[in-house]
């Protein structure tokens, strides 16, 4: 397949999942969850899953042909599809590209539509450098990460050396957060961080939600059935508790950098792993501020330490 059929098939895929309605949301996203991420190695033509900082299942896969079609850096999980069509041939067609799964990746913001982790149906180029650009499953593995992953798992694709740690970058995916929501105009609640990712319901304006997540722009709160949703911040407000300026802070994500003043910008002191707790003396805004073992004051982020 050439690169320039991917916009076309995509949108095939979309339309023939929501007529015939084989899209099956997720609900995997409970604050119990596991917390997944995904490397994808292009070099080895291995997939990685992790739940937290343990590596659950290896998979073999197949990646682009040359280095430059399968995008690298660390992607957001947008939306899933089962069964996609492609290009008129419906899905679970013997002849579908595709396979069983979609499982778009948002590439630089986009709707997760051109690039993806799927199944296939040409389970020999499995383990080579094949595809136009997405990464490609064998059907039964697709389908088994397909059920296990949510929308907003972190992706990290590269062409380095792995080493069962994965190394993306942290800032990326779906992180817990606690709060209050208020929608400022009526929206709509998507299954995913995405505008690519399934319409769930239609909010009104000024409706209240409890807050559990965000991945970049979008926040996602629990309806009052239990379901939980994205929301985009430009159509709404959150009212997050004050932190509190002492007690203990504890790392939550596989490695903290601790920082010498409360900036992205300021000079790294030392790494902490994740569950490694510090002495809380304060908040300078979003940065959490500590103790470290040598009495010196430093910095750590909320995103990485609560």
Known sequence: MKKRHWYSWVTLALIFTLVIGLYQPTEAQAASAPDYKIEINKKTNYLYLYNGKTVVKTYRVATGKTKALTPEGTFPLAVKIVKPGWKGIPGGDPNNPLGERWNGISVNGDNGRI?????????????????????????????DLYSRIYEGTPIWIHSGKSNKTWRGDASVGLKPASGTLKTTTTVNARTGP?????IVTKLKAKMSLTLVGKSSDWYQVQLSNGRKVFIHKNYSTVSIPTPPTSGKVTVFVDVANIRSTPSMSGAVVG??????SFVKTGMNGDWHQVKLSN???AYLHKTVAK
């Open 194 to 198: 995405s505008t690519g990712s399934f």
């Open 295 to 297: 009495g010196k004051t």
């Open 115 to 143: 690039y993806g982790i799927h199944g296939t149906n040409n389970p020999k180029s499995i383990g080579s450098h094949a595809s136009s650009g997405c990464v490609r499953m064998k059907n039964s593995d697709v389908i």
């Open 271 to 276: 790494r902490a792993k994740q569950g490694t």
